[in-house]
């Protein structure tokens, strides 16, 4: 079948916004399966991991890097400051440089879509409109209610705490069979000889003569307007609804309670304990049936040591958090402790295991301590999943779901930080997410 869409997303250095994107459009276009549309990123300015992640997936893409260019010939050019809004817009329009189909749908990598929110675009599409989607974002975004027809709504920042069910409520919820004129400026779909002929992006802001002073912000608003100059208007289609998390690539912070949520989400987990609970501050974002505190000096429903609580405890748990004393012996007491007790199928988590300087982990200055001993030990010893996420302050995992080949590595036997900084991928075990 001949491809008649073209939907392209932009990637900088974020694999799980690429994931993210990739998953929400083949699990809501069908068009992508049927072959009448393609899916391409481009890789603009891309990392190197980021460019070896989409190899690896076997997603397409292509590689659009920018030559840096100064500010005095961006000048030159037309342009004012930011630099990178040449980049951008470069990379836009390298879309339709490589689009196969006569329509091409732009749309940004931490957007969620709905059910049909490519049909609902495309049923309006002529030569002399340029459609757009209805987007769902949270009253604190930075780009909240400057659309027509937006709908503010907080179905979380980043892919891993976003609530997938109650979008799906609300995607049918606000959904509505006409269009409005004006709106959002992505997801969109034009024509591509319409979009070339108009003169595409421009390729940076307008300067009104120096570098520091904007004419014209070059943004969408420019393309949009270049296209109304042409007779092209500018719809939104109220039944193409769309999640966008705002921040997208540029602000990956990804928080231990979005994933502990995200593991008792998906995998229906009833029980929750956490070891270490401080002052709750995680413990009370945790949303679980039945959940249990453990803490030597802090109010909580066990105010003892952690080796006193596995001592008296008589529980089953589904997910373990463990956060106490973060030294090599203690924490492996409580690894070992914890999975005499956790239910089949569960999953402890280890926080600190990735330790950012020597200092840090130095069990005198209780930062991170020795906490990344006791993991990379445990991960050459276990026939349970391990791996760990690079996000707040190294999350180890150790996934009582699935049996895995023991990791393979040596140790030193006078193991040191500088043996962990030179191999903190093979000794951590990184990934990007958690494998649900
Ligand atoms: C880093 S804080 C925990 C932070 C908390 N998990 C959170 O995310 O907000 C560590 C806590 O572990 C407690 N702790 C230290 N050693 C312990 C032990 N052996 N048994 C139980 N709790 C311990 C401390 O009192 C402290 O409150």
């Known amino acids: 079948m001949k491809i008649k869409i073209t939907i392209a997303s932009l990637i900088y250095n974020s694999k799980v916004y690429a994931d993210s994107i990739y998953d929400t459009l083949f699990k809501n276009t069908p068009e992508l399966h049927t072959g009448e549309a393609e899916f391409f990123f481009i890789a603009n300015d891309a990392s190197e991991e980021v460019i070896n992640h989409l190899i690896k997936q076997k997603y397409k893409f292509y590689i659009n890097d920018n030559p840096s260019k100064s500010e005095t010939e961006l000048l030159e050019m037309g342009y004012a400051y930011p630099e990178y809004i040449h980049r951008v817009y470069k990379g836009w329009n390298k879309v339709f440089e490589y689009a196969e189909g006569d329509i091409v749908v732009l749309l940004n990598s931490d957007m969620i879509v709905s059910k049909k929110w490519l049909d609902n675009i495309l049923k309006n599409l002529t030569t002399d409109r ?164 453990v803490d030597l000096n802090f109010d909580s429903d066990y105010k003892m040591s952690t080796d006193e609580f596995f001592k008296i405890n008589t529980d089953k748990f589904d997910i373990i958090f463990i956060d106490a004393n973060h030294t090599e012996a203690f924490l492996t007491r409580d690894i070992y402790n914890s999975l005499n007790c956790l239910n089949d199928g569960g999953v402890i988590i280890c926080h600190d295991v990735n330790p950012p300087n020597e200092y840090s982990q130095i069990d005198e200055n209780f930062l991170y301590q020795t906490a990344w001993k006791s993991f990379v030990k445990f991960r050459l010893s276990s026939n349970f999943l391990t791996y760990s996420l690079p996000y707040d302050c190294g999350l180890g995992i150790i996934d009582k779901k699935y049996q895995a080949e023991k990791a393979c590595f040596e140790l030193p036997v006078d193991l040191e930080f500088s043996d962990l900084d030179r191999n903190r991928e093979l000794f951590l075990g990184f990934k990007h997410n958690i494998i649900l």
Do not use: Q
């Open 130 to 293: 340029i459609v757009t989607s209805r987007l769902v974002e949270s009253p604190s975004s930075v780009h909240h209610a400057r659309w027509a027809g937006a709908i503010p709504y907080n179905l979380g920042d980043n892919p891993i705490n976003f609530d997938e069910d109650k979008f799906k409520l609300l995607s049918k919820l606000y959904s509505l069979p006409e269009f409005i004129p004006g709106g959002a400026f992505m997801p969109c779909a034009v024509y591509k000889d319409v979009a070339i002929s108009a003169g595409l992006y421009p390729e940076g802001n307008l300067s009104a003569g120096s570098w520091m002073d904007i004419l014209r912000y070059g943004d969408e608003d420019f393309f949009y307007n270049r296209l109304s100059k042409k007779g092209v208007n500018h719809i939104t289609a109220m039944d193409s609804i769309v999640y966008h998390f705002g921040e997208g690539e540029s602000r990956e912070v990804y928080k231990k309670t979005d994933f502990i949520n995200k593991f008792i989400n998906f995998r229906k987990y009833k029980s929750y304990l956490e070891l270490g609970t401080n002052e709750k501050e995680t413990f009370n974002k945790i949303k679980c049936n039945f959940k249990t505190s």
